[in-house]
C-alpha cells in the first residue's frame, strides 16, 4: 500500500531528493527500488508471467474466445462499479461486432468526467495516480492498482525473455524519472537502484560537454540490458559514434515514443544489439511488443484493440486508423472503447516467423517532435521535456517553440481554471532546467501549432543550426 502514496506524494519528495548528496540520492533511489521490486517480482507476478508465456501458442481461435470472454467480463464489471458506464447497454458479447453497440470515448471525454470513470470497487488509498501527457498534450491522472502493476510487470518480463533475458539482470534505464538535480553541472549524472543492479542515468543532462562522463560510466556496466525512451538512446548513441566508440549491450529495450528505422539502426550500432521496441501507455489499455523476428504483437490477454477511421467504422485491411482500445486489466479506471489519439494499422499477411499467433499491428503516429539543442551543447529530446508536463491538468495542448537561438516560448492552448498558472510553473521550471543561457516565456494560444500531416510536435525547432 506505500505505492499510492508514494506516488501522491512524489512531487514534494523531488525537493527533498534534489538537496540530498549523490550517496544519500542511492540510497533512497534503492529504498524505492527495494518496494517497487516487491510489486515487481512479486510469487503472483511470476505465476501470472508463466500463464502469459503458456499462451505463447495459442491459436487464433483461442485468442478470438479469450478475448471475447474478457471484454464480456470488462463491460460486466465496468457497469456494474463505475458510474460513467452505469447507463450502459447490458451487452452481450457474442462477437467483435457487438462491441461496437457502445460509444468510443476519446481521451477529451476522459479527460472532463475522470472521476466518473474511477471504480467504487477500489478504495481511494488502493489507488495509484500517475499523470500521463499522450499524444494530444492534456494531461489526465490515471488510476491504477498494485495488482495491475505487477501484471504490467510480467509482460515486461515476457517480452524479455523473447530477447532471452532473464527477470533480474543488471539494466541501465535512461526513463523520464529526474534522478539527477537538474542544476548540477559535474558528474555524477548517474543514481544507482542496488537491489535491482540497476543503472539510473539522466535524461535532461546529455550534451556533448557530459558525453565522456556518460559513455565512461555505460563502459564500465556494458554487457547488461540498456532501456530508455527512442528519442534519448538515439542522442546518445550519436554522442557515442561521434566519439568513435561502441558500447556492446546484451540487448536494447524500447518504449514511449516511436522507434524510426533511423535511430533503432544509429542505436544499434552504438550498442551492437537488437533493439526490441513497445508500445503501451500510462492508461494501461493495451500493449504491443516487438518479438525477436522484429514484429510489433498486440498482447491479446491485455486489451482489445480495434483500429478505426474518423466515423468509427474499422478501417479496410490494413489502413491506417485511430487506436481505440478496452483495456482488461485495470480495475480502478476501465476504459471502454477509448480512443487514445495514437495511430497504426494492422500487419497482414503469412504468420509471424516466431510462431506466435498475436496479431500484428503498427503504431505510426504518436507524438513526434524535433530535438532542443541549447546554445550551450546540452541537448534535450521531446521524452525529456515531456516530464515537465506531468503537472499540469488544465492545458489541452502544450508545445515548446524554439524560436530564436536563445528563447523557448512555451506554447499553451488553455483547458479550463488554472491554466495559466500551469503554464507558468511549467515555464519557471523549464526556465530553471535550461539556465540562465536560455530566455523561457510563455504565451496562451488558441490552436496549436499543427505539421502538414496533422502532427501536433512537442518540441518545433525554427532556428537553423
Ligand atoms: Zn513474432
Given at each position: 500500500m506505500l505505492e499510492p502514496l508514494m506516488r501522491a506524494n512524489i512531487g514534494r519528495l523531488q525537493t527533498v531528493y534534489d538537496r540530498l548528496p549523490s550517496p544519500a540520492r542511492t540510497l533512497i533511489t534503492s529504498a524505492r527500488g527495494w518496494f517497487l521490486s516487491r510489486i515487481r517480482y512479486a510469487p503472483e507476478t511470476f505465476s501470472f508471467l508463466e500463464q502469459l508465456r503458456a499462451h505463447e501458442t495459442w491459436t487464433p481461435e483461442d485468442i478470438a474466445s479469450f478475448q471475447i470472454h474478457a471484454l464480456q467480463e470488462t463491460i460486466s464489471h465496468a457497469r456494474a462499479a463505475v458510474p460513467y458506464y452505469a447507463d450502459y447497454p447490458q451487452t452481450q458479447i457474442r462477437n467483435f461486432e457487438s462491441l461496437r453497440l457502445l460509444p468510443v470515448i476519446t481521451r477529451e471525454r476522459v479527460r472532463e468526467n475522470r472521476e466518473?470513470?474511477?471504480?467504487?470497487?477500489?478504495?481511494p488509498h488502493q489507488r495509484i495516480v500517475a499523470g500521463t501527457t499522450g499524444t494530444t498534450g492534456g494531461n489526465l491522472k490515471v488510476a491504477y492498482t498494485e495488482k495491475l502493476a505487477r501484471e504490467n510487470w510480467a509482460f515486461l518480463l515476457r517480452q524479455r525473455a523473447w530477447a532471452g533475458v532473464n527477470p533480474r539482470q543488471p539494466r541501465i534505464t535512461f526513463l523520464g524519472a529526474r534522478v539527477v538535480p537538474t542544476t548540477r553541472s559535474t558528474p555524477p549524472y548517474w543514481t544507482y537502484n542496488l537491489p535491482e543492479c540497476q543503472v539510473l542515468f539522466s535524461i535532461f543532462h546529455l550534451s556533448e560537454n557530459t558525453a565522456p562522463h556518460y559513455i565512461k560510466c555505460l563502459r564500465e556496466h556494458q554487457g547488461v540490458v540498456l532501456e530508455g525512451f527512442p528519442s534519448v538512446l538515439s542522442i546518445l548513441a550519436d554522442l557515442i559514434l561521434s566519439h568513435g566508440q561502441t558500447i556492446p549491450m546484451r540487448a536494447v529495450f524500447t518504449t514511449g515514443e516511436p522507434l524510426y528505422s533511423a535511430a533503432r539502426d544509429k542505436i544499434e550500432s552504438a550498442f551492437l544489439a537488437h533493439t526490441f521496441d513497445s508500445y503501451g501507455m500510462t492508461e494501461y489499455c493495451g500493449l504491443i511488443q516487438q518479438c525477436?523476428?522484429?514484429?510489433m504483437h498486440l498482447a491479446p490477454e491485455y486489451g482489445f484493440l480495434e483500429i478505426l477511421d474518423e466515423n468509427n467504422d474499422p478501417v479496410a485491411g490494413d489502413a491506417e486508423g485511430y487506436f481505440v482500445w478496452t483495456g482488461f486489466l485495470n480495475r480502478a479506471m476501465p476504459l471502454l472503447r477509448y480512443r487514445i489519439g495514437d495511430r497504426g494499422r494492422w500487419k497482414l499477411g503469412p504468420p509471424c516467423q516466431c510462431g506466435r499467433a498475436f496479431p500484428r499491428v503498427t503504431p505510426t503516429i504518436t507524438r513526434e517532435s524535433e530535438i532542443l539543442r541549447c546554445a550551450d551543447g546540452r541537448i534535450f529530446s521531446p521524452r525529456a521535456l515531456n516530464q515537465y508536463l506531468k503537472a499540469a491538468t488544465s492545458l489541452r495542448f502544450c508545445q515548446f517553440v524554439h524560436d530564436r537561438s536563445e528563447r523557448v516560448v512555451v506554447r499553451a492552448v488553455a483547458g479550463n481554471g488554472r491554466a495559466a498558472q500551469e503554464m507558468m510553473n511549467i515555464r519557471e521550471e523549464l526556465q530553471h532546467l535550461l539556465g540562465a543561457s536560455m530566455r523561457v516565456t510563455a504565451e496562451i494560444a488558441t490552436e496549436p501549432l499543427v505539421f502538414?500531416?496533422?502532427?501536433?510536435?512537442?518540441?518545433?525547432?525554427?532556428v537553423t543550426q
Open positions: 466518473h470513470f474511477l471504480s467504487r470497487d477500489i478504495l525477436e523476428e522484429g514484429e502538414p500531416g496533422g502532427k501536433t510536435p512537442l518540441i518545433v525547432n525554427r
